[in-house]
């Protein structure tokens, strides 16, 4: 059975508050008082649109989750990061975050982190090419990035374990170590990895150049990322949408956790897609929040319906095409009609009169709604 429109607002309301993960904060006392001392107050968003529910859910599901709760969730992967510092002997290691929390896109109170345990200094990677290559700067080895990428799991795992005993420690995963529960208001991934510094990085030395090479444990090899750029590149072009890209990020990132197929995109593959939107309509969202949905079903709709074009559509780090399987783009079509049907609802409860009766008319009349 489809939820309604409320039951996607009760979820909103308990992903946005970590109701929905409320048991990983139940041994951390600061971070309960402070979901105890919010589980009772009311957004902003909540007070709009009393009487429209299709429009509060999407004036919510575009909003930031509160940064008490996104503190919470960096200081516990800083917490987890101490830990591992202070008890891996072999390697020197430097710690970032990567993924949708330190982008903000992310949707949940209570949200995982990722957490790159980065060899620091004794081991990386370059590319042959690049300026520091040819003068000399880098020292050959013998050491291959697959072997030391192990050695650092084999020491990360019963370091973890010995961190925080009252935790679990969920081995299985191929490219990360998840620590989650006992003392632990979050659950980290840990993923080991060391930099590689390609040709680009050798030229700027800009840490949004600097690729991540991590561990595929299941697949024995290993693969390079460029996570700083990804996040780069979207917030850059944020700025452009003064706020709105990110925005529309959440809200098809929330319309996907409570739509009732499936949807197989990931967060990462969601932010790309509103990447390649009009940043100049977008824009208008900063005054009427509305043209954010009207631009997102506009920009699903025309994907879809141009599929030679979507389909050399890059992400932003620019290392593979958007679309690289058939299950995606099913999932690009299952998305596009869930938006397409929430822009309808949203038009009918803001017409005066008849509703709209085409995508075009109810784009335009959305736009011209302010809350």
């Known amino acids: 059975m489809a939820r309604t429109v409320d039951e996607r607002i009760s979820a909103l309301k308990a992903r946005r508050r970590g109701e929905d993960r409320v048991g990983l904060m139940a041994q951390?006392?600061?971070?309960?008082?402070?979901?105890?001392?919010?589980i009772w107050q009311q957004e902003a968003w909540e007070t709009k649109a009393t009487?429209?529910?299709?429009?509060?859910?999407?004036?919510?599901?575009?909003?930031?989750?509160?940064?008490?709760?996104?503190?919470?969730?960096?200081?516990?992967?800083?917490?987890v990061a101490k830990q591992l510092g202070n008890r891996i002997e072999q390697f020197t290691l430097e710690f970032h975050l990567q993924g949708s929390v330190p982008l903000n896109v992310h949707i949940r109170g209570v949200s995982d982190v990722d957490l790159l345990t980065l060899?620091?200094?004794?081991?990386?990677?370059?590319?042959?090419?690049?300026?520091?290559?040819?003068?000399?700067?880098?020292?050959?080895?013998?050491?291959?990035?697959?072997q030391q990428l192990k050695d650092l799991r084999a020491q990360e795992e019963p370091a973890l374990?010995?961190?925080?005993?009252?935790?679990?420690?969920?081995?299985?995963?191929s490219k990360a170590i998840k620590i989650s529960g006992g003392s632990l208001p979050r659950s980290v991934d840990v993923v080991p990895s060391h930099w590689y510094d390609s040709a680009d990085y050798q030229r700027s030395g800009a840490l949004h150049d600097r690729g991540v090479i991590i561990l595929d444990k299941k697949n024995n090899v290993t693969m390079t990322n460029y996570p700083f750029k990804h996040i780069k590149e979207v917030s850059d072009r944020d700025l452009v949408a003064m706020g709105s890209l990110k925005k529309a990020i959440r809200l098809i990132k929330n319309i996907k956790a409570d739509a009732d197929q499936d949807i197989a995109l990931p967060s990462f593959d969601l932010a790309a897609i509103m990447f390649h939107a009009d940043m100049a309509a977008l824009r208008i969202g900063h005054s009427y929040e509305l043209a954010i949905l009207a631009e997102t079903q506009r920009h699903l709709d025309d994907l879809y319906h141009r599929p030679d074009y979507a389909k050399l559509l890059l992400v932003p780090d620019g290392t593979r095409v958007i679309f690289d399987s058939p299950a995606k783009w099913s999932a690009l079509l299952t998305l596009s009609c869930e938006v397409d049907r929430l822009l309808e609802a949203v038009a009918n409860e803001n017409s005066i009169g008849l509703p709209a009766n085409n995508h075009g008319d109810r784009r335009q009349l959305v736009k011209s709604v302010r809350f």
Request: hydrophobic share 35%; aromatic share 10%.
């Open 28 to 38: 951390d006392s600061a971070a309960m008082a402070k979901y105890v001392e919010k």
């Open 51 to 79: 009487t429209k529910p299709n429009t509060r859910y999407v004036l919510g599901a575009m909003q930031e989750v509160d940064a008490d709760y996104t503190r919470i969730s960096t200081e516990t992967a800083l917490r």
């Open 119 to 146: 060899i620091s200094s004794q081991f990386l990677s370059y590319a042959p090419g690049g300026l520091r290559a040819a003068s000399g700067s880098y020292y050959p080895t013998t050491l291959t990035s697959l």
């Open 161 to 173: 374990e010995r961190a925080f005993p009252a935790a679990t420690v969920d081995k299985e995963g």
